[in-house]
């Protein structure tokens, strides 16, 4: 039987420009082993502290991983009412991943680093052409959606940066 683990995170991060909503999509690098060049949302790994045996929490790790792929620092943050879920046969694992959205400062670029080759800030639509992975262009739905006032998704979970409000 398949292990279930839990020990990832995904992350769409928007600016607001003027009145256009743009989402920033990340190119994976190419020397990367796994799905080298595609384009995607940011991804990471909550890390383990194996001397105490304990594992990062998904927020703290949101905003690790936000900063270390591009160095951009949030503005706000929400939970998507989003689960992902996907299949690793080498390990035997079904892995479940929180979605979260983060917005930045209109005028913020990012630094990418190592892990990818090039990034895009794109409309919904484009950014929704660009992602391979169905549970990224869902996540983005949801997150456009609640932004451009169409559905309130049970008004996401907004998260501060020293605790959590509505």
């Known amino acids: 039987m398949p292990k279930i683990n839990s020990l990832y995170i995904e992350v769409c991060v928007f600016?607001?420009?003027?009145?256009?909503?743009?989402?920033?999509?990340?190119?994976?690098?190419?020397?990367?082993?796994?799905?080298?060049?595609?384009?995607?949302?940011?991804?990471?790994?909550?890390?383990?502290?194996?001397?105490?045996?304990?594992?990062?929490?998904?927020?703290?790790?949101?905003?690790?991983?936000?900063?270390?792929?591009?160095?951009?620092?949030?503005?706000?943050?929400?939970?998507?009412?989003?689960?992902?879920?996907?299949?690793?046969?080498t390990?035997?694992?079904?892995?479940?991943?929180p979605m979260f959205a983060v917005e930045v400062s209109s005028e913020s670029e990012p630094i990418i680093s190592e892990e990818h080759q090039a990034y895009k800030w794109l409309?919904?639509?484009g950014a929704k052409r660009c992602l391979i992975w169905q549970s990224h262009r869902n996540a983005l739905k949801?997150?456009?959606?609640y932004l451009i006032g169409k559905e309130d998704w049970g008004k996401f979970l907004e998260i501060k940066l020293n605790g959590i409000r509505r």
């Open 15 to 89: 600016k607001k420009d003027k009145r256009k909503i743009l989402y920033l999509v990340l190119k994976r690098s190419e020397k990367d082993k796994i799905f080298p060049g595609i384009y995607q949302i940011i991804t990471g790994t909550l890390k383990n502290d194996l001397r105490n045996k304990k594992t990062e929490n998904a927020v703290k790790a949101v905003l690790r991983e936000v900063y270390e792929e591009t160095k951009l620092k949030p503005l706000r943050m929400w939970i998507l009412p989003v689960i992902n879920s996907y299949y690793v046969l």
């Open 91 to 97: 390990k035997d694992t079904i892995n479940l991943s």
């Open 123 to 125: 409309s919904y639509r």
């Open 142 to 145: 949801y997150l456009n959606d």
